[in-house]
């Protein structure tokens, strides 16, 4: 069946440092939503990307959705320790959305 | 606040037995979905209501069972619980109009410890 792998699985930064993680789909997607899960909370939706090669940004994190739309990044410049969490891609597939383990990032003040 | 609730909060109970676990979706969702997360995991789907119908199933082990019900609330039950049923169950709603790459709206979690 369909895989979402991402990579990192962990990510320590310094505060102010940049952060990127990628997700990767086994096959195309029509679209790809990013999650944010906070430490003890639940997940959040943060962006849907629907069009090749498309960027968006929300004030410091960029969202990309690859040209052959089987990838995505999300980079966080500048990281705040109010970044720490665990971001999670997810894409349709054999199950409504199918959601990557999720990277998870810590923020060292 | 997603405007998805979950009850309860927290649960503890025995192997062997047999909880359920509440969800209701936002206002105007016509679409549940269940996770479980367990420790280090993602979100491994479950299943999947819509509009009272059964949509989609995930790795849902026999034991678990749901239902939506006509107020679009949902219900999972787990049965003959084992220590490895421990974990957090999110319940997400969704418009559910608009195929199968909907937005989903997560509700804090129920989380179920089995001793």
């Known amino acids: 069946g369909q895989q979402v792998m991402q990579i990192p699985q962990y990510q320590h930064v310094q505060e102010g440092e940049d952060f990127t993680t990628y997700c990767n789909s086994s096959?195309?997607?029509?679209?790809i939503q990013w999650y944010k899960q906070r430490p003890g909370g639940h997940p959040v939706f943060l962006i849907q990307l629907v069009k090749s090669g498309e960027v968006k940004k929300q004030k410091r994190l960029t969202f990309q959705f690859g040209e052959a739309k089987k990838n995505s990044s999300l980079h966080i410049t500048a990281t705040q320790t109010t970044d720490v969490g665990t971001y999670f891609c997810a894409g349709p597939g054999n199950t409504p959305l199918v959601f990557g383990k999720g990277t998870r990032l810590s923020v060292i003040a | 606040d997603s405007g998805v609730t979950q009850t309860p909060k927290h649960l503890i109970t025995a192997t062997g037995q047999r909880v359920t676990l509440r969800c209701s979706p936002r206002?105007?969702?016509?679409?549940v979905y269940w996770y479980q997360q367990s420790l280090d995991q993602g979100l491994q789907f479950l299943i999947q209501?819509?509009?009272?119908?059964?949509?989609a199933k995930g790795n849902i082990l026999e034991r678990f069972s749901a239902q939506q019900f006509p107020d679009l609330h949902s219900e999972l039950n787990l049965s003959s619980l084992e220590l490895g049923d421990s974990a957090l169950y999110f319940c997400a709603s969704s418009v559910g109009t608009s195929g199968r790459a909907d937005t989903q709206y997560f509700g804090p979690g129920t989380r179920l410890t089995v001793l």
């Open positions: 209501y819509y509009n009272g119908e059964e949509r």
């Open positions: 206002s105007g969702d016509l679409s």
């Open positions: 096959t195309t997607l029509s679209n």
